[in-house]
């Protein structure tokens, strides 16, 4: 073997070495891990803070279930020939019927209800995004890092062609290949950087905290699969399906207390007169007031049945939807698993085969510099589409946890 064929086995030996660890930890800060990132997103994510203040003010709320009419206070001064001096003090004050009170505030505990479905829904959203960034980041340094590898070796590849042209060792399509070659992959690290940094971003963004992230060295693995769950416990789980529920559950208790404005309500009165001085008269009254003209109730309780109907319009559909898209995904985690597994059983081995088989067969002359580049591009083609289809594998599985509600 000529001499330059000893600089391409160096370069390659650091690549050779078998490794689990397919992410890379960056300088300067503290490596992140997934439970550390999920936390901080949690507390720091400003769509959480809004949940959450969301939360408060339908709680808040709770104290206008009762809310009486307002007390109205009189006086009166009367001076004439039949009465001296009369003064009327009055106090007087109106209430609705109680069913309307008891309504509104299961009414209002609904509404409180319905806006912790919605941080449910915000915090499922969250961890899903958290998840998804912080793997797709995990898969962007590990192809970072092979292509690094990559071009590094490329590198030398293309200045042992020139040597060898140099030297008269090699044709001059070998040297223009190899540049061609060392070109295409220094390209492809300069995308895999960006794609990174990109990565990087996004994950800044979900976890609400514009700082450089760093992961560990083993943050790229493979997500468990799901156990088998049925259609029943989707529909208990699914965050999105329960938020549907519930907003019908509020327009049927909304509804309830519009009924209830159609019962009369009551006012009471209280006055006390004195004449020219002297005191002691008093009386008091009370009323029942009925709402003889009831068209605008009437059509205030019509449009709540309407707005049932659109709840359960809402809700149907979107248990359609969401049905249809769980049966979507289980189909591309078993068509993204069965890919993972080729490579997991089959494909990083003939990786590594290939690999062994050609250092050996260049060491023994027995194929030529262009063949021994061309099994390695062929191992590292393997070895970047295993990454590929662990990512996809990954992402797949993190959209069905989504869906099931298993966050």
Do not use: C
């Amino acid at each position: 073997m000529q001499t330059t064929g000893l600089v391409l086995l160096l370069a390659l030996s650091s690549w050779l070495l078998p490794t689990r660890s397919y992410g890379q930890t960056q300088p300067g800060p503290t490596p992140l891990t997934l439970d550390a990132a999920l936390n901080q997103a949690l507390r720091s994510n400003p769509g959480i803070q809004s949940a959450n203040f969301s939360v408060q003010q339908q709680q808040a709320l709770l104290g206008t279930a009762v809310e009486p009419g307002r007390t109205s206070f009189s006086y009166s001064y009367d001076n004439n020939a039949v009465l001296l001096g009369n003064k009327t003090y009055g106090v007087a004050q109106s209430f609705e019927f109680p069913t309307v009170y008891t309504r509104q505030a299961k009414a209002l505990r609904q509404q409180v209800a319905l806006s912790e479905r919605t941080r449910a829904l915000t915090q499922a959203g969250l961890r899903r995004d958290v998840q998804a960034a912080y793997y797709q980041l995990a898969y962007g340094q590990a192809r970072l890092r092979l292509l690094t590898n990559q071009d590094s070796l490329y590198r030398d590849f293309a200045r042992a062609a020139a040597v060898r042209y140099r030297l008269g060792e090699a044709a001059y399509l070998e040297q223009v290949s190899a540049a061609a070659r060392a070109r295409e992959v220094e390209v492809a690290h300069r995308q895999a950087e960006a794609d990174r940094r990109i990565f990087d971003r996004e994950l800044q963004r979900v976890l609400g905290a514009p700082q450089a992230v760093a992961l560990p060295a083993d943050a790229l693995r493979k997500l468990p699969l799901p156990p088998a769950l049925t259609d029943t416990t989707l529909a208990r789980d699914n965050p999105t399906l329960a938020l549907f529920q519930q907003q019908l559950v509020v327009a049927q208790a909304q509804q309830r207390v519009l009924k209830a404005r159609n019962l009369p309500d009551f006012s009471a009165a209280y006055n006390q007169q004195t004449q020219a001085g002297e005191g002691g008269y008093y009386g008091y009254g009370v009323a029942i007031n009925v709402p003889l003209f009831s068209r605008a109730q009437r059509s205030r309780a019509q449009a709540g049945e309407l707005a049932i109907r659109v709840a359960e319009a809402d809700l149907a559909n979107t248990r359609n939807n969401v049905q249809t898209a769980f049966i979507q995904q289980v189909q591309a985690v078993s068509k993204a698993d069965e890919a993972l597994r080729y490579y997991e059983s089959a494909g990083l081995g003939q990786a590594r085969e290939i690999v062994r088989v050609a250092e050996k067969s260049y060491r023994a002359g027995e194929v030529g510099y262009v063949e021994y580049v061309a099994a390695l591009t062929q191992a590292y083609g393997i070895r970047g589409q295993y990454l590929d289809a662990l990512n996809g594998y990954n992402q797949s599985i993190i959209t069905l946890t989504y869906l099931l509600g298993r966050y």
